[in-house]
């Protein structure tokens, strides 16, 4: 026995059952099919998966402390970073967050910018989720395909964003600059063509048999362990319920759109595969209607804070629908410079914890199939 | 019936893999959408919107100095604390009273401003003696160009930027701009 | 002369002829498969890139066609790293075997009328018997790098190659059957120039069963579960660096111009074509079936490792029997 015991803290605790024919391995953190420093012990009996335990904290950025050490409006660049890929979500629920605890009006131009570009934001997040499953799955090419059609939500994105992944957009009251009439232009063009590379997504993709086999009947979480690990988004649209902010909790202007909320009963990796393709046409659709009826007017209230404004006593509590989930932001204040306290809800990070038990008893590769499925961003778990 | 509803299935399975055969074999005869990089470059309308780091902007009058009134707005609202801007001395009154606060003490910018405030006799000078900006740490959130109240920052276009030291980061605006109205006024001169 | 003949009395016995051939043969195919390897790992890129929309290998040379050998330069500059705990003699002993063998596997093929290395009875026997041999280097590989990756990449390998080994056979049988012959040559030389009188037009199950086991024979796409990048990171060839990644490399794609050489000698009537039958003929046809096997490699995803037993098990194995059966019964009618 030498000083130093084998392996990490996680391995010494991550109690071996004793058997001398399991293998306990390591996925992450640097492992392809984990996106991120996500890291896995995972105890196999030949290709079968006994137990596993996600480790989380290779990223963590304390963005929950670092919002209690600057102010109200130094923390925005954060929001941006939390989920990279469906930053202006994050934006909007700390944009919200805050408009509710200091009553700061919003004016309804900026409400239809805010749906639109979150909207379209989303699609790029599918997008790019889309690809990168496929990627996981071994299918190389669809990803770069995604890429081709998310180049130009990004390019359209970086007109009023001015940047491309990690924007810092939405302002207290509205947001930073109006949107042009050559991207609403470029927009109502882009959408008729998204809608017509879909079909081409789903002859190569979600039709193929190889594709069929490795997500069907793969990771069953139900309506009740979605209950328990508190899953949101897409992983309990996929188990049946219907349950999405946007339409249960309706925020801002949502309550206009006439969208559906895709469910699949079916609670496996296809069933949630499903959910988000459609989501991308509804997506469409909501952005389409929004073109359509967008008023004039000012993109940020008069009464919008200047920068060393502080919020008024209280707290206040925001949740947006994101990509991977329901996106909560609690801010409290206590009148100081800065909040005296930021708490971020991701749905990656509850996603996440019913990985042990759906991965429980599998084969490895559906492990792969099953974590690809719940579009995990380590980011935003691990904050 | 089970065998054929097998064989159906599977020559269904094999149809829906030469359809994806044939979408892919499409794709192969379309041209490609990549930009070479080094030949070709984003063309200038679609930078535009773009964020690059910021850049100070010309006055109407003279368009190597800036609009700016040295608020510090920008300084204190940048949440990565990466901008840093060098005001004038106040103009000096009395040596004599001068001795505790010696020039230098008021170059950081950062002290003088609850000073005693210099008998307005002679106009202090506003505009700053410079502006640095350490974009090592910039996120380009775009609150200092949004809290300017003489718009006086804007986004620049550059990002063809790499260098391997941190030095070449820290930029001084001030020379910045006065390179850029150089050139602007050689231009129109051409 | 006939030199064909494996089945003298005395098989030590051989005429300088042979010999020569058989010297000047080895020296052509070991110029032959590291050109093609490096021209096949280049169509490969190229391929892939034009079919996700993008130029691939662009920069080094015109149109990139210097990028392999830049990388050849590379991995052969590489540091060998052995892994601490794993047994440095196998472990570097695995990649020559798994590269040997293919040089071997060459030696009968029929290219042209003219243009072989050896003719032998049981040609098909020699490339099959050699091929057995890939999938030791696969296991040693995995066995002796220590790494918990390369083991599960290993078993892989052992279960998919040996599985796959038998509908394979029995593909080729159905043929063998038919021709009454082991011999390639003969082979090729009974069908005739026109696709219909290839053996692909009597024979398609066979040649389909074939397509499919080769592409798991030679760990390609959809059936690379030994590799599998997003599962088990690299597989068997993990812990390998440089050229010992490179041999891997090179015999992967070696073996791919072998299983589709076969393939055309078997199934596309070799070296016969419409007009002016020679080894252009057959180049045509491999690098065709090769293009096919890329083709698929960047279309679909992976299978999964039981799927793609019980594809074997459940669907390729019965299906050869019957086709091999059927074979019989009608010769026999």
């Given at each position: 026995?030498?000083?130093?015991?084998?392996?990490?803290?996680?391995?010494?605790?991550f109690q071996?059952?004793?058997k001398?024919?399991?293998?306990?391995?390591?996925?992450?953190?640097?492992?392809?099919?984990t996106h991120?420093?996500?890291?896995?012990?995972?105890?196999?009996d030949?290709?079968?998966?006994?137990?596993?335990e996600?480790?989380l904290?290779?990223?963590?950025r304390m963005h929950?402390k670092?919002?209690?050490?600057r102010?109200?409006?130094?923390y925005?660049?954060?929001?941006?970073?939390?989920?990279?890929?469906?930053?202006?979500?994050?934006?909007?629920?700390?944009?919200?967050a805050?408009?509710?605890?200091?009553?700061?009006?919003v004016?309804?131009?900026a409400?239809?910018?805010?749906v639109?570009?979150?909207?379209?934001?989303r699609?790029?997040?599918?997008?790019?989720?889309?690809?990168?499953?496929l990627?996981?799955?071994?299918?190389?090419?669809?990803?770069m395909?995604a890429f081709?059609?998310?180049?130009?939500?990004?390019d359209?994105?970086?007109?009023?964003?001015?940047?491309?992944?990690t924007?810092?957009y939405?302002?207290?009251g509205g947001?930073?600059?109006?949107?042009s009439d050559?991207f609403?232009?470029r927009?109502?063009?882009?959408i008729?063509y998204?809608?017509?590379r879909?079909?081409?997504?789903?002859?190569l993709?979600t039709e193929?048999?190889?594709?069929?086999?490795?997500?069907e009947?793969?990771?069953?979480?139900d309506?009740?362990?979605?209950?328990r690990?508190g899953?949101?988004?897409?992983?309990?649209?996929?188990?049946?319920v219907a349950y999405?902010?946007?339409?249960?909790?309706?925020?801002?202007?949502?309550?206009?759109f006439?969208f559906?909320i895709?469910?699949y009963?079916?609670?496996?990796?296809?069933?949630?595969?499903?959910?988000r393709m459609?989501?991308?046409e509804?997506?469409?659709?909501?952005?389409e209607q929004?073109?359509?009826t967008?008023?004039?007017?000012?993109?940020?209230?008069?009464?919008?804070?200047?920068?060393?404004w502080?919020?008024?006593?209280?707290?206040?509590?925001f949740?947006?629908?994101?990509?991977?989930?329901?996106?909560?932001?609690?801010?409290?204040?206590?009148?100081?410079?800065?909040?005296?306290?930021?708490k971020?809800?991701?749905?990656?990070?509850?996603n996440l914890?019913?990985?042990?038990e759906a991965a429980?008893?599998v084969i490895?590769a559906?492990a792969?199939?099953i974590l690809?499925?719940?579009?995990?961003?380590?980011?935003?778990?691990d904050? | 019936?089970?065998?054929i509803?097998?064989?159906?299935?599977a020559?269904?399975g094999l149809k829906s893999l030469i359809?994806g055969?044939?979408?892919?074999?499409?794709?192969?005869a379309?041209?490609?959408?990549?930009?070479?990089?080094?030949?070709?470059?984003?063309?200038?309308?679609?930078?535009?919107?773009?964020?690059g780091?910021?850049e100070?902007?010309?006055?109407?009058n003279?368009?190597?100095?800036p609009p700016?009134?040295?608020c510090?707005?920008?300084?204190?609202?940048c949440?990565?604390?990466?901008?840093?801007?060098?005001?004038?001395?106040?103009?000096?009154?009395?040596?004599?009273?001068?001795?505790?606060?010696?020039?230098?003490?008021y170059?950081?910018g950062?002290?003088p401003k609850?000073?005693?405030?210099?008998?307005a006799?002679?106009?202090?000078?506003?505009?700053?003696?410079?502006?640095?900006?350490?974009?090592n740490?910039?996120?380009?959130?775009?609150l200092c160009v949004?809290?300017?109240?003489?718009d006086?920052?804007?986004f620049?276009t550059?990002?063809y930027i790499?260098?391997?030291?941190?030095?070449?980061?820290v930029?001084?605006?001030?020379a910045?701009?006065?390179?850029?109205?150089g050139?602007a006024t050689?231009?129109?001169?051409? | 002369?006939?030199i064909s003949?494996?089945?003298?009395?005395?098989?030590f016995v051989t005429?300088?002829?042979?010999?020569?051939?058989l010297?000047v043969g080895?020296?052509?195919?070991?110029?032959?498969?590291?050109?093609?390897?490096?021209?096949?790992?280049y169509?490969e890129?190229?391929?892939?890139?034009?079919i996700q929309?993008?130029?691939?290998?662009f920069?080094?040379?015109?149109?990139?066609?210097?990028?392999?050998?830049?990388?050849?330069?590379k991995?052969i500059?590489k540091?060998?790293?052995t892994?601490?705990g794993?047994?440095?003699f196998l472990?570097?002993?695995?990649?020559?075997?798994?590269?040997?063998?293919v040089?071997?596997?060459?030696?009968?093929?029929p290219w042209g009328?003219s243009t072989?290395?050896?003719?032998s009875?049981?040609?098909v026997?020699?490339i099959?018997?050699?091929a057995?041999?890939?999938?030791?280097?696969?296991?040693?590989?995995?066995?002796?790098?220590?790494?918990?990756?390369?083991l599960?990449?290993?078993?892989r390998?052992?279960?998919?190659?040996?599985?796959?080994?038998?509908?394979?056979?029995?593909?080729?049988?159905a043929?063998?059957?038919?021709?009454?012959s082991?011999?390639l040559m003969?082979?090729?030389?009974e069908?005739g120039?026109?696709?219909w009188q290839w053996?692909?037009?009597?024979?398609?199950?066979?040649?389909?069963?074939y397509f499919?086991?080769?592409?798991?024979?030679?760990?390609r796409?959809?059936?690379?579960?030994?590799?599998?990048?997003?599962?088990?990171?690299?597989?068997?060839?993990?812990?390998?660096?440089?050229?010992?990644?490179?041999?891997?490399?090179l015999?992967?794609?070696?073996?791919?111009?072998?299983?589709?050489s076969?393939?055309?000698?078997?199934?596309?009537?070799?070296?016969?074509?419409?007009a002016?039958?020679?080894?252009?003929?057959?180049?045509?046809k491999?690098?065709g079936?090769?293009?096919?096997?890329m083709?698929?490699?960047w279309?679909?995803?992976?299978v999964?490792?039981d799927?793609?037993?019980?594809?074997?098990?459940k669907?390729l194995l019965?299906?050869?029997t019957l086709?091999?059966?059927?074979?019989a019964?009608?010769?026999?009618?």
């Amino acid at each position: 026995m030498s000083v130093f015991p084998k392996g990490d803290f996680y391995t010494r605790h991550f109690q071996p059952s004793g058997k001398e024919e399991t293998l306990v391995v390591n996925m992450g953190p640097q492992h392809p099919s984990t996106h991120g420093v996500l890291r896995i012990i995972v105890e196999l009996d030949g290709e079968y998966i006994l137990r596993c335990e996600p480790v989380l904290g290779y990223v963590h950025r304390m963005h929950e402390k670092m919002g209690e050490n600057r102010s109200w409006v130094q923390y925005w660049p954060n929001t941006g970073r939390v989920d990279y890929l469906h930053a202006l979500a994050w934006n909007w629920a700390y944009a919200g967050a805050v408009e509710k605890l200091a009553g700061i009006e919003v004016p309804e131009r900026a409400e239809y910018i805010r749906v639109i570009t979150c909207e379209l934001n989303r699609v790029s997040s599918h997008l790019l989720w889309w690809g990168a499953y496929l990627l996981d799955l071994g299918a190389f090419t669809p990803i770069m395909y995604a890429f081709d059609d998310r180049e130009e939500i990004m390019d359209m994105l970086q007109m009023p964003t001015g940047s491309r992944l990690t924007y810092c957009y939405y302002r207290f009251g509205g947001v930073s600059a109006d949107l042009s009439d050559e991207f609403l232009k470029r927009l109502s063009r882009f959408i008729p063509y998204l809608r017509s590379r879909l079909p081409m997504y789903r002859d190569l993709v979600t039709e193929n048999v190889i594709l069929r086999k490795r997500v069907e009947d793969v990771g069953h979480i139900d309506e009740d362990m979605c209950r328990r690990y508190g899953c949101t988004g897409p992983v309990v649209r996929g188990a049946g319920v219907a349950y999405d902010v946007r339409k249960a909790e309706p925020y801002s202007v949502y309550d206009r759109f006439d969208f559906r909320i895709p469910t699949y009963p079916e609670a496996d990796a296809f069933a949630r595969y499903m959910v988000r393709m459609d989501e991308i046409e509804e997506s469409l659709k909501i952005i389409e209607q929004a073109i359509a009826t967008i008023p004039d007017g000012p993109y940020l209230s008069k009464s919008a804070p200047k920068p060393k404004w502080s919020a008024p006593k209280g707290e206040a509590c925001f949740a947006v629908e994101g990509a991977r989930g329901k996106i909560t932001y609690y801010v409290a204040s206590d009148g100081g410079r800065t909040p005296y306290r930021v708490k971020l809800r991701s749905p990656s990070y509850c996603n996440l914890s019913c990985f042990a038990e759906a991965a429980k008893g599998v084969i490895l590769a559906d492990a792969v199939s099953i974590l690809g499925s719940l579009d995990l961003v380590i980011p935003e778990i691990d904050r | 019936m089970g065998v054929i509803k097998e064989f159906a299935e599977a020559l269904k399975g094999l149809k829906s893999l030469i359809v994806g055969l044939g979408i892919t074999g499409k794709e192969f005869a379309k041209p490609g959408v990549t930009v070479h990089y080094p030949r070709k470059v984003v063309a200038d309308k679609d930078l535009v919107t773009y964020r690059g780091h910021i850049e100070l902007v010309g006055s109407k009058n003279d368009p190597a100095m800036p609009p700016c009134i040295t608020c510090l707005m920008c300084q204190s609202v940048c949440p990565s604390g990466c901008i840093k801007i060098i005001k004038h001395p106040p103009p000096k009154k009395d040596p004599a009273a001068d001795k505790n606060a010696p020039p230098e003490a008021y170059a950081s910018g950062l002290e003088p401003k609850t000073k005693a405030a210099p008998p307005a006799k002679e106009k202090p000078v506003k505009t700053p003696k410079g502006f640095i900006l350490d974009y090592n740490y910039c996120s380009l959130c775009g609150l200092c160009v949004q809290s300017c109240p003489v718009d006086s920052l804007r986004f620049s276009t550059e990002f063809y930027i790499a260098d391997p030291s941190k030095k070449a980061f820290v930029y001084d605006l001030m020379a910045r701009l006065k390179a850029q109205a150089g050139t602007a006024t050689a231009k129109e001169k051409e | 002369m006939n030199i064909s003949n494996w089945t003298a009395p005395d098989p030590f016995v051989t005429t300088p002829d042979m010999l020569i051939r058989l010297v000047v043969g080895l020296l052509a195919l070991a110029a032959f498969v590291g050109a093609n390897a490096t021209i096949l790992v280049y169509v490969e890129r190229k391929v892939a890139g034009f079919i996700q929309r993008r130029p691939g290998p662009f920069e080094v040379g015109p149109q990139g066609i210097l990028q392999t050998i830049a990388d050849a330069a590379k991995l052969i500059g590489k540091q060998l790293v052995t892994p601490r705990g794993s047994d440095g003699f196998l472990f570097w002993l695995a990649p020559i075997v798994g590269f040997l063998p293919v040089f071997v596997m060459f030696l009968p093929i029929p290219w042209g009328e003219s243009t072989y290395v050896v003719q032998s009875d049981v040609g098909v026997l020699l490339i099959l018997a050699f091929a057995g041999f890939g999938v030791l280097s696969l296991c040693l590989a995995g066995w002796a790098s220590a790494s918990k990756w390369g083991l599960i990449g290993a078993a892989r390998a052992v279960a998919q190659s040996v599985g796959y080994e038998i509908p394979l056979l029995l593909a080729v049988l159905a043929v063998c059957f038919s021709h009454g012959s082991m011999d390639l040559m003969a082979i090729v030389k009974e069908q005739g120039g026109w696709p219909w009188q290839w053996n692909v037009a009597t024979q398609p199950l066979a040649f389909f069963i074939y397509f499919v086991c080769a592409l798991a024979e030679t760990n390609r796409a959809p059936f690379d579960l030994p590799e599998a990048e997003s599962e088990l990171t690299a597989g068997f060839h993990t812990e390998y660096s440089g050229m010992g990644f490179g041999l891997f490399f090179l015999a992967e794609y070696a073996n791919m111009i072998v299983v589709c050489s076969m393939a055309t000698a078997l199934f596309l009537g070799g070296f016969q074509g419409p007009a002016a039958p020679g080894p252009w003929w057959f180049l045509l046809k491999v690098y065709g079936l090769l293009l096919v096997m890329m083709w698929m490699r960047w279309t679909y995803p992976r299978v999964r490792f039981d799927q793609l037993l019980n594809l074997n098990w459940k669907w390729l194995l019965p299906l050869a029997t019957l086709n091999l059966l059927a074979t019989a019964v009608a010769l026999k009618l």
